[in-house]
């Protein structure tokens, strides 16, 4: 149930303050006061959401005016909308007001429709900056989650895993789709960890080809294979005393599975081409956007490796299923590329907000924050349009009679793209996702005329 606001009523004539209260009672908490003391006895009482207050208030001698009120008011808690009345001789007085800091000011005789719509903006308008403060202020608490941002209970259920789980050395799975903030959680638990004045080496299992990958993970020695000019050191190497991030880990070889299993059996490794084995500290976090159940049924994956990877599972809900969460990270993303591409006074247009609440968001954080990033550099206006974040024809419904084959077309060509995109073209790893080889790729991208946009 939504609280209603409250708003004090402050004027020294009697019938104004009762016709006032009588108009507001049925949607507000309504408080009034005749004078000046009375007024801020009840500012710390009651404590006003919104507050009328009569320019020309009637004082003892040393007693607050109305514009000293103002003052004290503004002082005390400048989130409370002040809203001056004034009579037909105090306009000089009452823009003085609102440069002090009153919302807005009214001129008697009050007509109760105007007033009401005054107040209905003055309390909208706060509710707008509160929000934003509480925002901000989720920001600010984030911000040891490496900068991992939510309010959502699976977010917060994810924030107190990472507490629990940080300061002990076992392996951790992180799971979710493609562009959740998997990398942002492992860097998390390092930073949290002992070892976070170790190194953080991570490394993406799906983006290296099978036949570099053990090089990259194991290193080699001096000849051990055509092209190895020198000793190369791996990342497990590299991350020696600290934490190894492998991203895409349902994307390992089997072959390289089994010396990844016996690497967190005996915490040791061989170069290729070497003879000695290397005894290392490493923690180990994974992370995988696939089925390594299905995975494993299929015998695409090892169970013992499995096993081994996920003495803690943390899995990050999809973007769409976060509710709030779109709303705080759009802030989060619009005051970060305002600052990096120095844009002022930038906001949302509400058809965007709207557009944003509305989408599915099938490439989670990472499309959301692309979409924004957009916004600030193409917006030409001081509110962004759905077409400057290029949202509008992504989620628009097709119109029209259409074939079964048509629909499909049309939603086959948008699936394609958003997934393009979301991996910046990466065409092997967008195959793989879809599971098509990249020749049946290409020739889809060909039928409906996907192509990479000259920027």
């Not at 049924?297 to 996920?310: G, T, V």
């Not at 974040?389 to 029209?400: L, R």
């Not at 073209?425 to 020749?439: F, G, P, Q, Y």
């Amino acid at each position: 149930m939504i609280e209603k606001a409250k708003i004090l009523i402050v004027d020294d004539d009697e019938g104004i303050r009762n016709q006032l209260k009588w108009a507001f009672e049925d949607d507000y908490i309504v408080e009034t006061a005749g004078d000046s003391i009375s007024t801020q006895q009840r500012l710390k009482d009651f404590r006003p959401d919104l507050v009328t207050l009569d320019i020309s208030l009637s004082t003892f001698a040393g007693d607050p005016d109305g514009i000293d009120l103002l003052a004290e008011i503004v002082k005390w808690d400048s989130s409370v909308k002040v809203i001056m009345i004034t009579g037909l001789d105090d306009k000089t007085k009452a823009l003085e007001a609102v440069r002090l800091g009153a919302y807005d000011f009214y001129q008697k005789p009050i007509n109760l429709t105007e007033i009401k719509i005054i107040i209905t903006r003055a309390l909208g308008m706060q509710y707008l900056e509160r929000e934003n403060r509480r925002l901000a202020d989720r920001v600010v608490e984030t911000e040891g989650y490496q900068n991992i941002i939510g309010n959502h209970p699976a977010m917060l259920e994810v924030f107190r895993t990472i507490d629990s789980v940080a300061p002990v050395d076992i392996t951790v799975l992180i799971t979710g789709e493609s562009g959740t903030g998997k990398e942002l959680v492992a860097r998390a638990i390092h930073a949290k960890s002992l070892r976070i004045d170790k190194p953080f080496v991570p490394i993406n299992c799906g983006a290296i080809p099978s036949t570099l990958l053990e090089s990259e993970l194991f290193g080699h020695e001096k000849g051990s294979f055509t092209g190895a000019y020198q000793r190369k050191i791996g990342r497990l190497e590299t991350a020696n005393g600290g934490t190894i991030f492998l991203d895409e880990i349902g994307e390992l070889p089997m072959e390289l599975q089994v010396k990844m299993l016996r690497f967190l059996q005996d915490h040791t490794i061989e170069r290729i081409g070497g003879k000695a084995a290397i005894e290392l500290d490493v923690r180990v976090v994974a992370a995988t956007n696939k089925d390594l159940q299905e995975a494993m049924a299929q015998k695409k994956f090892r169970e013992d490796l499995f096993y081994r990877l996920s003495v803690i599972n943390i899995s990050l809900p999809p973007l769409r299923d976060r509710g709030g969460d779109i709303k705080m990270l759009t802030k989060y993303f619009l005051d970060k590329f305002m600052r990096q591409y120095s844009k002022t006074k930038l906001s949302l247009a509400a058809q965007t907000v709207q557009a944003i609440e509305n989408y599915n968001w099938p490439g989670n954080i990472r499309e959301l924050e692309n979409r924004i990033k957009r916004g600030v550099i193409v917006a030409q206006q001081a509110e962004i349009t759905p077409d400057d974040i290029n949202i509008e024809e992504v989620g628009a419904e097709p119109t029209g009679e259409l074939t079964l084959a048509g629909f499909r077309d049309i939603y086959e060509k948008r699936f394609i793209e958003q997934r393009v995109e979301n991996n910046q073209w990466n065409i092997s790893k967008v195959a793989r996702e879809l599971d098509l080889s990249r020749t049946t790729l290409y020739e889809l991208m060909n039928k409906y005329g996907i192509a990479k946009k000259n920027k």
